[in-house]
């Protein structure tokens, strides 16, 4: 899969969990290498699209909210 699918892939299950989510559970739902994951999750920072949070492993917010 490409990263611009990868991206658009993320972003989806991430507003389906209200826009937020554990980076762990979000990883293993995208089914991603951990290398994959983080540049992905570095990429979406970069675009402005996502923020890092706090937590156990980290977490995602969208920037943008949950209904995009």
Known sequence: ????????????????RGGSAGNQALREELGVADGTYTALVDLLVREGRIVRGRG????????????G
Request: hydrophobic share 40%; no cysteine; charged share 35%.
């Open 56 to 67: 156990r492993g980290g977490s995602v917010r969208l920037v943008e909210g949950p209904q």
């Open 1 to 16: 899969m490409d990263m611009e699918a990868l991206k658009q892939r993320f972003l989806d299950r991430l507003r389906a």
